[in-house]
């Protein structure tokens, strides 16, 4: 798409193009929080895993949010360009424990 194509569309347009757009990774996403759900109150082996979890995660404090972060956010689809990557680790790092920070909230 142009430059000027996307300058004269109206917004409404553009919006509805976007959702459009989303509207499957969207679903997928929800069926997987769905289905996380359901797995957790009506599969005892994994209701037993994510205990565990979060007790690894109690025992560990801070570099368990540090670690996990940097985990997902490094096997996300989106990353950032390497020559960013050296400059993005502490931020990701540091993210990582502001996460854990408000869950202990």
């Known amino acids: 798409m142009s430059v000027d194509a996307v300058v004269r569309e109206r917004p409404w347009k553009a919006g509805l193009?976007?959702?459009?757009?989303?509207?499957?990774?969207?679903?997928?996403?929800q069926a997987t929080a769905l289905a996380v759900v359901l797995t957790y109150y009506h599969h005892a082996p994994t209701r037993a895993a994510f205990e565990r979890l979060t007790a690894f995660r109690a025992h560990t404090g801070f570099a368990f949010g540090i670690?996990?972060?940097?985990?997902f956010r490094r096997s996300s689809a989106v990353s950032l360009?390497?020559?960013?990557?050296?400059?993005a680790r502490p931020i990701r790092l540091?993210?990582?424990?502001?996460v854990d920070g408000i869950l202990e909230l």
């Open 81 to 87: 360009p390497t020559f960013q990557s050296g400059f």
């Open 94 to 98: 540091a993210s990582g424990a502001l």
């Open 67 to 71: 670690v996990s972060t940097g985990f």
């Open 17 to 29: 193009r976007g959702a459009r757009a989303n509207l499957v990774p969207g679903l997928v996403l």
